[in-house]
């Protein structure tokens, strides 16, 4: 904000500058050798004035209410920015979470995989169907791979 202050006044001075130029004399005279000069004085009795047109100033277009709505468009596309990254903060929390309960449970299904002596299922009629070595290390390499794909 300092920045643009300085630069304002900078410029305003400039202009002020520019303008008391422009309303000095300026005269031009040719030599007695041809060539031409210029000058704040007549320096010869051939001398004339020179017209010089006034710069064209830009004046600044936007008044206050346009400053005013750009202000208000720039604080809702940062507040727009914040709420998006608050939401992609929370999806990424939310995943986190979600990994983590995948993680804890395919490391317990690999426990009892590991730990217990007996194990089985029940089909439609609740009939248990005790799981054999091969089965049970089948089982054990598939957990494993869920464990490593969840928890690491």
Request: charged share 40%.
């Amino acid at each position: 904000m300092q920045g643009l202050k300085l630069k304002v006044i900078v410029f305003s001075v400039f202009l002020g500058l520019l303008s008391g130029l422009s309303h000095a004399e300026v005269y031009r005279w040719t030599d007695d050798k041809g060539k031409v000069h210029f000058g704040d004085r007549p320096t010869t009795d051939n001398a004339s004035e020179v017209k010089i047109k006034e710069p064209k100033v830009a004046t600044p277009t936007k008044n206050d209410s346009d400053r005013k709505q750009d202000a208000a468009r720039f604080l809702r596309s940062r507040e727009l920015d914040r709420i998006e990254k608050a939401q992609q903060k929370q999806k990424s929390q939310q995943q986190a979470a979600k990994r983590a309960r995948k993680c804890k449970t395919a490391k317990l299904e690999l426990r009892k995989l590991r730990e217990a002596r007996l194990l089985y299922t029940k089909d439609k009629s609740g009939k248990k169907h005790y799981i054999t070595d091969a089965e049970r290390a089948s089982e054990k390499k598939k957990t494993a791979d869920i464990v490593d794909y969840w928890c690491n």
